[in-house]
């Protein structure tokens, strides 16, 4: 058993700093969490003193893509680098991402399973993984990742991502199974465009039927895995809403359609922002993207604060893949920058983002029976939370009991 003492201690339930704390940890659990001062400490338990830092839980990221390096379609097709190079790329990522407080990692698509297994198997060191393997979307849309000229990737399918483009509501539940197959934890889909999409897609189109919506939520559900939409505005974000997603991924306009915020509040949806991946939009996207992260950016910050005034939940999630791999804390910056206090920023990357995976029974905070995933720092990120950025202030990561 380990006893670790925390000079400070994140409480992320309540979204307080506590003082005077000692956690205990056996195995993989973390069995107490109670005053220091008070506490007995049994002689052959191993103390770990922190009584200079603050401890919080591990950092979770609901957003992710770590197999993507890139926006262009050479790299999307997989044609700048040997197969067995662009996994050596993904495991520094994974370790990188690990050693920088993120302990979990939803990945949004591009990630087969077996990376999911090889980090669980120990082969490799990363963050407990849930992969959703393909974005499911129909011909046209952001599954289907064309060239500029409209050609489609020459090179044979990987059998362990399959493509995620389907049509029609057969062919909805077909795709879930295939994914469902290749070990997807998650469901993603998408029902508009983005910032990214092809110049023609734009961020409130809609290419996607209210039935096909239905059958996909529908199949995934009974499969028992959690859906989770891209969405920016227009009816593709507010039917998708209606027909029971578990979470909506961007939502930048959001804050036009109150109806939608106030389901979302009333069935437990949740909102990931993914305000980083916009900031590299606005800089140093393509033409068009530059122009729609520029145009949206007042819309997603009303968007958030929008939510939070429903009593939407908000979970953070970076987007990361298209411009920057290990700086996932730049999400809890920019929450703050947009609007919340930073309280509320580092419970949406720890409680709430573990709610939103479904794993808050296991994840999100430091309270006895919980796994024993938490960040040491030297610094108190409620008073610095860019602090969190690039690992900066990071001194111990411990995943499942172990310090990496």
Known sequence: MKAIVCGKLFDSVKGSMQRDRILFVEDHLIVGNESYSQSKIPSDVEIIDFNDSTVIPGLIDCHDHLASFGYDIAGRWGLVESQSQRYMRIASVLRQTLETGYTTVRDAGGLPAGIRDAITENLIPGPRMLVSINIISPTGGIGEHLSSSGHQSPLLGDPAMPSGVANGAIEMRTKVREMVRSGADVIKFASTGGASSRSGLEPTDMLITRSEIDALVEESHNLGKKVMCHALGGPGLTESIEAGVNSIEHGTFLHKFPASLDLMAKNS??????????????????????????????????????????????????????????????????????????????????????????????LGSLSPGKIADLVVLNKDPLQSIESLEFGKSVSLVMKSGLII
């Open 269 to 362: 949806i949740f909102f990931t922002p993914t305000f980083s991946v916009y900031r590299h939009h606005a800089e140093k996207g393509t033409p068009h993207g530059k122009r729609r992260a520029q145009e949206m950016a007042l819309d997603h910050k009303k968007s958030l604060m929008a939510a939070i005034n429903s009593g939407v939940k908000v979970a953070a999630g970076t987007d990361a893949g298209g411009w920057l791999h290990g700086n996932n804390a730049e999400e809890l910056t920019a929450l703050v920058e947009a609007g919340m206090t930073p309280s509320q920023a580092l419970q949406s990357g720890t409680i709430t983002a573990a709610e939103c995976i479904g794993l808050d029974g296991e």
